[in-house]
Nanobody, 122 residues
């Protein structure tokens, strides 16, 4: 069994910063692509940023220049550094791993965390 746990959400003023973490647990051999999604109230879930195992990144136009995705493969953890936050960034942020290989064989596909709430408000 593998699990993703997000942390780092909270209340922040416009223009502020937060750093989200997504830690994977279990007998993990390797994690491949990792992504951050968000879902605002009344809206569909949207892709915010992605990173390959090798570190290639991509991000949505709405967050380019403000959000940075990174990862530490040794710690099985991904991060989302969010700067210059705006009220429209308010959402539940979810971590996703498209493939997790476990020790001894076996693969988990499309693993999701439980989400962490980010609220940007004065």
């Amino acid at each position: 069994q593998v699990q993703l746990v997000e942390s780092g959400g909270g209340l922040v003023q416009p223009g502020g910063s937060l750093r989200l973490s997504c830690a994977a647990s279990g007998s993990i051999f390797a994690i491949y692509g990792m992504k951050w999604y968000r879902q605002a109230p009344g809206k569909q879930r949207e892709l915010v940023a992605s990173i390959t195992r090798g570190g290639y990144t991509n991000s949505a136009d709405s967050v380019k220049g403000r959000f940075t995705i990174s990862r530490d493969n040794a710690k099985n953890t991904a991060y989302l550094q969010m700067n210059s936050l705006k009220p429209e960034d308010t959402a539940v942020y979810y971590c996703n791993a498209d493939q997790i290989a476990v020790v001894g064989g076996g693969t988990y596909l499309e693993v999701w965390g439980q989400g962490t709430l980010v609220t940007v408000s004065s």
